[in-house]
């Protein structure tokens, strides 16, 4: 094989590698790389051209590549100009998805991983130039500077820092999922010189650029770049009498109303989520008034309501959950209970004559799903989903990621992210245990039911894929690739004209919406496939919904690199099947997350940021009507209507 092949080949491998494990994670994210230098004669190959483009590429390059320190995330770049003239490199630096559409070796190579870096011409020419004076026979560079030691304050303060920054995207035990791997096997060969310009800087494709965007120090980057060098701290387990010894039942049935209240329509409460404030405030949603807020507990991550809506659940990312009574003249707190160290779901029983008698909580950390009743939160059950992957490879970690109670039979279906399985859980069996486990695909994130609420349709974000679970059956019956990294939030399922039911998701890592044909007895021909594909301006949408009372589908694109379209949002019309439009709704703070009121006429957004808003349209008309402003709406993200969310209205 010749030193070209050889070099396209890594190539090749090292990118396509690198836009798998670069998967995007649903946080901040880096704004576009520009390199800011002096462009002097830049061109001609001179001692002063290659220095600075060695600045340069430390700057910009080092974070994906070295010059004879070994791969990273693309390749070690030594030599590369023996095998590439300078104008090939210049065209592949300058915009390498534009130079592929016209070259046969870049095509070859190209797979979305290389970023458009925005680089000035001149900074370009000063990189080819370093490039050229590299060879690949030249000794290595000097070898990578490994973690220093941290002091015991250091390592908790750092553990910490990556509990809340960096765990629900590479995983407690840093295995990667959403994000890569970052495990010390893989770390160690980055050094904390390349660890600290990631940190800083992000990575095209969904890394946040922490330092960038202020959001870390650069001493907690210096940390931070230390810290993921070394072995993980094994994090304890939780059991039940641990669990038990967390919940507090602060209101008894026995000094519970047993009938509303309240005068307002509390099936009409929307609950909001106040995420930094760890708070959850319930609004009026006929009046627009709000009627209360109430401190949940750190980061509050989804609201879902119990079958006959009486009682919000919220849970935490500190995995405390969070029973609040709507019947009370004021809603309330009644009970608490932490059943994990780290979580993102929660749901009720909804199936006919197990209403509001249990709940579930699903466990990032330890890997589990926790039961509980349904009046108290008293503890019932916990159960281990640690298992191998659906490939038999083993796993030290497996969180639960989404949950959905079926109307149908007295089951929860839940995704377990890493392992790619979808578990059943009957409650309606002693204690509570998982029936089934249906092999669907790496790494299952959110989703929801298709519109009869017979199928569970998740996100495989790893492999672009949404999978089909016929919870029926108990059997997977499609895995449908939309685009890169789906993110349906729940979904939304609606009546193409043409296609008949579809369910709809958009991505992170693409603008674009995905219908998929979802009416199996009706329309078998377009069943789990495709129908249409619609392109949105601007990557990073989060969220999508409908009602089924509007002709509209909103979408959001809040982790979009561009900060207007990360403030703006887009109606698909449903009639027409086209992007009706797109408008900015706001000028800070990042645009997030919909819903309606029960009726279907009004629709909600937050302005996700610390002087927080939201923003109520007439959805007919696609006008706004009111926008709710104050000191108390502390970066809202989530929202949750009674009605709609007991009902699995979407
Ligand atoms: Fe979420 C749903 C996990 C980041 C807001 N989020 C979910 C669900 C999971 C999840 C598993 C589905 C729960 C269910 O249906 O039972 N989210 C994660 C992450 O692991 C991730 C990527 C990183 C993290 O560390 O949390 C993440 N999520 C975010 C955000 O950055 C958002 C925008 C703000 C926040 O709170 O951090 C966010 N996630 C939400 C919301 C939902 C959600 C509002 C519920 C959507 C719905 O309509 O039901």
Not at 206 to 215: K, L, V
Not at 496 to 507: L, R, S
Not at 576 to 603: I, M, N, W
């Amino acid at each position: 094989m010749s030193r070209t092949t050889i070099v396209r080949l890594t190539l090749a491998i090292m990118l396509g590698l690198s836009a798998l494990v670069v998967a995007a994670c649903t946080q901040v994210l880096p704004e576009r790389v520009v390199m800011v230098s002096d462009p002097g004669d830049a061109t001609s190959n001179t001692e002063s051209a290659v220095a600075a483009g060695q600045q340069a590429f430390e700057e910009t390059c080092a974070v994906c590549h070295t010059i004879g320190g070994g791969p990273l995330v693309g390749p070690d770049l030594a030599g590369i100009a023996e095998v590439q003239d300078p104008d090939w490199l210049r065209q592949w630096i300058t915009d390498p998805e534009s130079f592929a559409a016209v070259d046969a070796d870049a095509a070859e190579i190209y797979t979305g991983a290389m970023p458009t870096l925005g680089l000035e011409s001149p900074v370009v020419g000063e990189i080819v130039a370093y490039l050229e004076s590299t060879s690949a026979s030249a000794p290595p560079a000097a070898a990578l500077q490994g973690p220093r030691g941290l002091t015991a304050s250091e390592f908790d303060e750092a553990a910490n820092v990556y509990f809340n920054r960096c765990a629900g995207c590479h995983g407690t035990l840093r295995a990667g999922a959403t994000g890569p791997s970052i495990q010390p096997e893989r770390t160690l060969e980055i050094g904390t010189a390349g660890l600290t310009t990631i940190l800083t800087n992000g990575l095209p494709g969904g890394m946040p650029a922490w330092g960038e965007a202020g959001i870390l120090t650069p001493q907690e980057i210096e940390l931070m770049a230390n810290f993921v060098q070394l072995p993980p701290p094994t994090p304890p387990a939780l059991d039940l009498d641990e669990i038990t010894a967390s919940w507090n039942l602060l209101v008894p049935m026995a000094d519970r109303p047993t009938e509303p209240q309240t005068e307002r329509d509390w099936t009409n409460f929307t609950g909001i989520i106040l995420r930094d404030a760890g708070q959850v405030a319930v609004m009026d949603t006929a009046t627009h008034e709000k009627v209360a807020v109430i401190d949940t507990g750190f980061a509050v991550h989804i609201l879902r309501s119990s079958a006959t809506g009486r009682y919000f659940l919220a849970v935490g990312r500190d995995g405390r959950v969070t029973m609040i009574d709507l019947w009370t003249e004021t809603p309330q707190i009644v009970a608490q209970v932490q059943g994990c160290y780290d979580a993102r779901s929660v749901d009720g029983s909804k199936f006919e004559g197990f209403e509001d008698q249990y709940i579930i909580e699903g466990c990032y950390w330890p890997p589990q799903y926790v039961v509980y009743d349904g009046q108290t939160l008293e503890p019932l059950a916990v159960h281990d989903v640690l298992s191998d992957d659906i490939y038999g490879d083993p796993l030290e970690e497996v969180r639960v990621a989404a949950i959905v109670a079926s109307h149908f039979d007295p089951v929860w279906v839940m995704g377990l992210k890493e392992s790619g399985y979808v578990g059943i859980v009957d409650y309606s069996q002693p204690d509570f245990p998982m029936v089934k486990k249906i092999p669907a695909e790496l790494f299952l994130h959110d989703g929801g039911w298709d519109h009869t609420g017979r199928y569970f349709i998740t996100a495989a974000n790893a492999k672009n894929k949404l999978m089909v679970v016929d919870v029926k059956t108990q059997e997977l019956v499609a895995g449908v690739e939309t685009g890169d990294t789906p993110h349906p939030g729940r979904g939304a399922n609606w009546v193409d004209p043409q296609f008949g039911w579809v369910y709809a998701t958009t991505h992170i890592g693409e603008g674009k919406l995905t219908l998929i044909g979802a009416d199996p007895e009706g329309r078998p021909e377009h069943a789990w496939q495709v129908v249409r594909e619609v392109e949105l301006p601007g990557t990073g949408s989060l969220f999508l919904k409908t009602h089924p009372e509007s002709p509209w589908v909103w979408m959001d694109t809040p982790l979009s690199n561009d900060v207007e379209q990360s403030h703006q949002i887009c109606v698909y019309g449903k009639e027409s099947a086209e992007l009706e439009t797109c408008f900015p709704a706001a000028d800070h703070g990042r645009v997030v997350h919909f819903e309606y009121d029960k009726t279907g006429q009004e629709v909600w957004v937050s302005v996700w940021d610390k002087e927080g808003e939201i923003i109520i349209y007439d959805d007919a008309s696609l006008t706004e009507k009111l926008r709710i402003i104050g000191d108390w709406l502390v970066t809202p993200t989530g929202k949750f209507n009674v009605y709609n969310t007991a009902n699995d209205i979407y």
